[in-house]
């Protein structure tokens, strides 16, 4: 097929009101540049070698569709459906992909680095060794995606749905992933150095080997979490953290902020921890450093009634007042 019968095709079933059909076609090889393929059906279409530069393809259907090696640079890809398409080693830097689903796609080595990925579906999606460094992936959904050895540097991932995600040996310093479900997730050996973890839900994740360096987890939710296979806790903010039921043990804590955490029932025997520390945490049923139960302080006993007691000070200033007092009225009885 050339690129005059594509164009004809979805000019003619546009006058007709209905939906182009493209699917399962072989457009291998062509040069489709700045074509108009809004909503359009490709389903199962080969596209390999295609050029799609500048194309529009907002709300087209490419489900299974054959990119491999294609050119979608400064195409419109806003609501695209791409789910199960092969899009492995793709180039897709800083180019806008909100909405966009890639439900099973294959992005594996892609390039998609300062990428808008808003909104968009990656559930089950394999991105084994992609580069997402600084993209937006605000709200995106990502559950069981393979994001084993990715680059996440600097990635925006707040409110994202990454549970049972394989982030295995993922660098994602400084990324943000504050509120973000990271349930079951692997993170093992993954470098998370300096992330804002922030209100981030982390019950059943692997965090063996993880480093967590300045990592920020205020509020987050670690309920019954191993961080003593953690590689580095140095200056972590576990400041109003849920760690109730956590193992701790062994662990060097002595530069994190746990202040308002929620420690009850957690194992920190062993570690290294000072008691200004624990000061505002939460403590009950824990088992402290030196291995035994939390005892709550008994708080002091009542008294009978107030008992009020000059100070010398106190006293000497009362004397001093009812002396000048005294001096002014014998002033006055004179005149």
Do not use: C
Not at 63 to 87: I, M, P, Q, T
Not at 195 to 200: D, K, R, V
Request: proline share 2%; no cysteine.
């Amino acid at each position: 097929m050339e690129r005059g019968q594509v164009i004809h095709t979805i000019k003619a079933a546009r006058k007709q009101g209905e939906i182009p059909n493209l699917s399962e076609l072989d457009l291998s090889e062509l040069d489709l540049s700045g074509v108009d393929l809004r909503g359009a059906n490709l389903i199962q279409a080969n596209l390999e070698k295609s050029n799609l530069r500048k194309a529009s393809l907002i709300r087209a259907t490419l489900v299974e569709a054959n990119l491999n090696k294609v050119d979608l640079s400064r195409a419109y890809l806003h609501g695209a459906r791409l789910d199960g398409a092969n899009l492995s080693r793709i180039d897709l830097h800083g180019e806008n992909l909100d909405t966009a689903s890639l439900v099973g796609t294959n992005l594996n080595k892609a390039n998609l680095r300062k990428a808008y990925l808003r909104w968009v579906k990656l559930n089950e999606a394999s991105l084994f060794e992609a580069d997402l460094s600084q993209a937006n992936l605000r709200a995106a959904t990502l559950k069981q995606a393979n994001l084993s050895q990715a680059k996440l540097p600097k990635t925006n991932l707040s409110k994202a749905d990454l549970s049972q995600a394989n982030l295995h040996r993922a660098n994602l310093a400084e990324a943000n992933l504050s509120e973000a479900n990271l349930n079951k997730a692997d993170l093992s050996q993954a470098n998370l150095r300096l992330a804002n973890l922030a209100g981030s839900n982390l019950t059943g994740a692997n965090l063996e080997g993880t480093r967590l360096g300045r990592a920020n987890l205020r509020g987050a939710n670690l309920s019954g979490i191993n961080l003593s296979a953690v590689a580095n806790l140095k200056k972590i903010n576990l400041s109003e953290a849920n760690l109730s039921q956590a193992d701790l043990q062994e662990l060097d804590l002595s530069e994190a902020n746990l202040s308002h955490a929620d420690l009850s029932e957690a194992n920190l025997t062993g570690a290294k921890v000072n008691e200004a520390q624990l000061e505002y945490a939460k403590l009950d049923g824990a088992t402290m450093p030196d291995g035994s139960k939390y005892t709550p302080k008994e708080a002091p006993p009542p008294t009978d009634g107030p008992t009020v007691r000059a100070s010398g000070k106190h006293r000497a200033t009362v004397s001093g007042l009812a002396a000048s007092l005294a001096r002014i009225k014998k002033h006055q009885q004179r005149k």
